[in-house]
């Protein structure tokens, strides 16, 4: 990667540390209470390299495929820093065995099926002693109730939890959402809504919960100050031209 592209990222890597401070400041919280997962969807090995020398260590893909290729390529050079890679995409059940294993977390249970496939095919390799625990998961929430929008209903993941919970395979973890884009009323509505919804889930399941996932390149300060501890963000940290607002 050239060398101009490199020092604006790791430019850009500070100010996006700057804006999540100040905002988790004014949620009373610190840095260490959030985490940043640099989404690599839409670039390839040369920029996550160079954003592995800027100091990001977690990223996010949304295709098995290209996190196998990913994975593969990294695992040729040496040297490198651990880099880890969290599935924030859509997951198909033909796909899970190619994830199970290779990611820390999986943001997108966004179905019973899914959450049941994932778990059984996870059980089965803690069984044969090839997965050393249940898969990490979160459950995600279609808050804004946009009809484009994947993921359980509130009122759904009510009543799907007590099963859910029971699946010996998966560790549920937390709740994700993806909020309206270009409204920042709209989307504090839904980061705030996510997060009640966490309390009340994790007062009636006995469950932490503690992860929220929300928040992305247009957005991250706002869901930080609604109690986010997870963003997910691809065009601010590798778009140099991504305007910061
Ligand atoms: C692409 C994607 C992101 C990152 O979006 P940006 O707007 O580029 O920050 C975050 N979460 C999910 C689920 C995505 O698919």
Redesign the pocket.
């Not at 997910?232 to 940290?237: A, S």
């Given at each position: 990667m050239d060398e101009r592209y490199a020092q604006r990222i790791a430019e850009r890597r500070c100010e996006i540390v700057d804006r999540m401070t100040e905002a988790l400041a004014a949620s009373g919280r610190t840095l260490d209470q959030a985490r940043l997962v640099a989404?690599s969807?839409?670039v390839g090995v040369p920029e996550v390299l160079t954003a592995l020398d800027a100091g990001y260590r977690t990223f996010?893909e949304?295709r098995p495929q290209e996190l196998g290729r990913k994975l593969g390529a990294l695992s040729f050079i040496e040297g490198l820093p651990d880099a880890r890679f969290e599935m924030?995409?859509n997951l198909q059940t033909n796909k899970i065995n190619a994830v199970l294993g290779r990611v820390d977390l999986i943001?997108?249970i966004g179905s019973r099926h899914l959450a049941e496939a994932v778990s059984s095919r996870a059980a089965r390799r803690i069984d044969a002693g090839e997965l050393a625990a249940p898969q990490p998961v979160l459950i995600e929430v279609n808050v804004s109730g946009e009809e484009t929008k994947g993921g359980f209903s509130p009122e759904e993941i009510r009543r799907a939890l007590p099963e859910l919970q029971d699946l010996c395979g998966i560790r549920i973890e937390g709740l994700?959402t993806?909020a309206p884009r270009g409204n920042k009323d709209a989307a504090r509505a839904c980061f705030a809504g996510l997060r009640e919804l966490r309390d009340e889930l994790a007062k009636a399941s006995g469950l932490p919960l503690a992860e929220l996932s929300c928040g992305?390149?247009?957005d991250?300060e706002v869901a930080l100050m609604e109690g986010s501890t997870c963003v997910?963000?691809?065009?601010?940290?590798f778009d140099p031209a991504?305007a910061v607002l």
């Open positions: 989404v969807k839409t996010g949304n924030i995409g943001h997108s994700m993806m992305m390149s247009e991250f997910r963000l691809g065009r601010v940290v991504f």
